[in-house]
C-alpha cells in the first residue's frame, strides 16, 4: 500500500512565495506612425465677396489658426510623445451654397497664408482644386478630396523630414507649432461680386499621417 504523504506545508510555502513579474513585457516604441483626423463645420460668409478659412496641414497640434481642438486622438499621446511630425495628409471638404448668385470655391495648398489674394491667384496645378456652385436651388452643392505629402508642398523632402522648423511639440501653442507652417486654405468667392450675406456652408474632414518621436521615459530607471 503506497503511503500517502502531505503535502499541505509545501503547497502553503509555494502559496506565500511572491510571483515574478516579467522584465520582458512588450513597452511603447520609442517612436511610432499613426492618423490623426480633424473635422469643422463652419460657414464662410460676411461682409465681403471673397472669404477663406485657414487650416495649417502640417499641425496637429491645433490645426485650425483660429481656434478649435486638436486633431483626434492627439490628446492620448501628448503625455507619452515629446514631438511630432505631419508625413502627409489628405482632405474632404463640401460646399453648400445658401446664395441667390453663383460663386466659386476653392481649396488651396501652399506655404503662404491662404488668406492673402495674391496666395489664391497664384495656386494653379495640382496644389489647389475649385468648383463652381449655382445659386441656392440650383447645382449649388460640391465636394473635392485629395492628398499630399507635406514635402510635395514645400519641395523638400529631406527638410520636411528631419529639419526641426518642420517639426512640432506635444505642449506648444500653434504660433511655433511646428516653426515653418503649410497651409490648406478653404473658400469661396462670389462671381459676381456680391458680397457672402448668406454665405456658403462647408464641412472639412483632414486625415493626417503623423511620426510621433522621442518617447518620454515611463519609469525610473527606465533607458532612453
Same mark, same amino acid.
Given at each position: ?9 509545501g503547497n ?43 487650416f ?18 492627439? +490628446? *492620448?499621446?501628448? /503625455?507619452?510623445?515629446? #514631438? ?8 474632404? %471638404? !463640401?460646399w453648400?451654397? +445658401? *446664395?441667390?448668385? /453663383?460663386?466659386s470655391? #476653392? ?8 488668406? %492673402? !489674394?495674391?496666395?489664391? +491667384? ?32 514645400v ?12 517639426q ?6 500653434f ?50
Amino acid at each position: 500500500m503506497r503511503r500517502r504523504t502531505n503535502n499541505a506545508k509545501g503547497n502553503n510555502k509555494k502559496a506565500g512565495r511572491r510571483q515574478r513579474v516579467p522584465r520582458n513585457i512588450p513597452s511603447i516604441p520609442k517612436e511610432i506612425t499613426v492618423t490623426m483626423r480633424h473635422v469643422s463645420t463652419f460657414k464662410l460668409s460676411g461682409a465681403s465677396s471673397s472669404i477663406t478659412k485657414r487650416f495649417a496641414s502640417n499641425s496637429v497640434y491645433r490645426p485650425e489658426v483660429s481656434g478649435g481642438n486638436a486633431a483626434a486622438p492627439f +490628446l *492620448e499621446y501628448q /503625455s507619452l510623445f515629446a #514631438f511630432f511630425r505631419v508625413i502627409s495628409y489628405h482632405y474632404k %471638404v !463640401s460646399w453648400s451654397n +445658401l *446664395e441667390a448668385f /453663383s460663386v466659386s470655391t #476653392f481649396a488651396i495648398n501652399s506655404t503662404e497664408d491662404p488668406s %492673402v !489674394s495674391a496666395t489664391i +491667384l497664384n495656386a494653379v496645378g495640382d496644389l489647389s482644386q475649385t468648383r463652381d456652385l449655382s445659386a441656392k436651388g440650383g447645382m449649388d452643392r460640391a465636394s473635392v478630396q485629395r492628398g499630399y505629402r507635406v514635402q510635395e508642398i514645400v519641395g523638400r523632402k529631406a527638410q520636411v523630414m528631419s529639419a526641426d522648423n518642420y517639426q512640432g511639440t506635444m505642449t506648444a501653442g500653434f504660433e511655433a507649432n511646428p516653426q515653418d507652417v503649410t497651409w490648406l486654405g478653404i473658400g469661396a468667392t462670389s462671381i459676381s461680386g456680391s458680397n457672402l450675406t448668406n454665405g456658403v456652408e462647408v464641412i472639412v474632414y483632414i486625415d493626417y499621417v503623423v511620426k510621433l518621436y522621442s518617447r518620454h521615459l515611463l519609469y525610473q530607471g527606465e533607458q532612453p
